[in-house]
T-cell receptor, first 109, second 112 residues
Framework: RKEVEQDPGPFNVPEGATVAFNCTYS??????FFWYRQDCRKEPKLLMS???SGNEDGRFTAQLNRASQYISLLIRDSKLSDSATYLC??????????FGGGTRLMVKP | GAGVSQSPSNKVTEKGKDVELRCDPI?????LYWYRQSLGQGLEFLIY????????KSGLPSDRFSAERTGGSVSTLTIQRTQQEDSAVYLC??????????FGPGTRLTVL
């Protein structure tokens, strides 16, 4: 079983739609959590951290459920520019990150 | 400010040759990481440096792979006797004393 699991997609949604991605992690001792975004043939970039209380950054909302070892990302009012692969990332110890395989989002006009 | 830089951006080599990939981290970042990403796949951790030492080499796939970091800054990843399965994008990232990693643009390695 992979340490961080994501549905690879692709998720094809129209502009303006709301879309949600989920991620599960296997290590109950995981300490911190992130979503990274990776555009086609580009490097990953931090999108947002995920806090236990849930957090929002504009159209993006991230939530963490430690009991279920589950992380989510909600994107409201999807834009064409949101098309990318979204990587669920877990920090277990020190500064080491474990990356999920990514969920691909395609927003269509 | 300057981000993480990597060179070369693309490298095409013949099977059996050695290659050297370079990473320049963000100035002042003490931690440096190497990953590789095969086409359509997730990131595979290779090695981590804290300063000049490598406390975690667990991700290096074989003894053909080695890495060093000198002066707490530039790092090189060396692949000896390259094989076709080594073809991938090799990504370097750096960070301060927290998990937020900043990635370079990667080196796309093609082994013919």
């Amino acid at each position: 079983r992979k340490e961080v699991e994501q549905d690879p997609g692709p998720f094809n949604v129209p502009e303006g739609a709301t879309v949600a991605f989920n991620c599960t992690y296997s290590n109950s001792a995981s300490q911190s959590f992130f979503w990274y975004r990776q555009d086609c043939r580009k490097e990953p970039k931090l999108l947002m951290s995920v806090y236990s209380s849930g957090n929002e950054d504009g159209r993006f909302t991230a939530q963490l459920n430690r009991a279920s070892q589950y992380i989510s990302l909600l994107i409201r009012d999807s834009k064409l520019s949101d098309s990318a692969t979204y990587l669920c990332v877990v920090n277990n110890a020190g500064n080491m990150l474990t990356f999920g395989g990514g969920t691909r989002l395609m927003v269509k006009p | 400010g300057a981000g993480v830089s990597q060179s070369p951006s693309n490298k095409v080599t013949e099977k059996g040759k050695d290659v050297e990939l370079r990473c320049d981290p963000i100035s002042g970042h003490t931690a440096l990481y190497w990953y590789r990403q095969s086409l359509g796949q997730g990131l595979e951790f290779l090695i981590y440096f804290q300063g000049n030492s490598a406390p975690d080499k667990s991700g290096l796939p074989s003894d053909r792979f080695s890495a060093e970091r000198t002066g707490g800054s530039v790092s090189t990843l060396t692949i000896q006797r390259t094989q076709q399965e080594d073809s991938a994008v090799y990504l370097c990232a750096s960070s301060l004393a927290d998990p937020n990693q900043f990635f370079g643009p990667g080196t796309r390695l093609t082994v013919l």
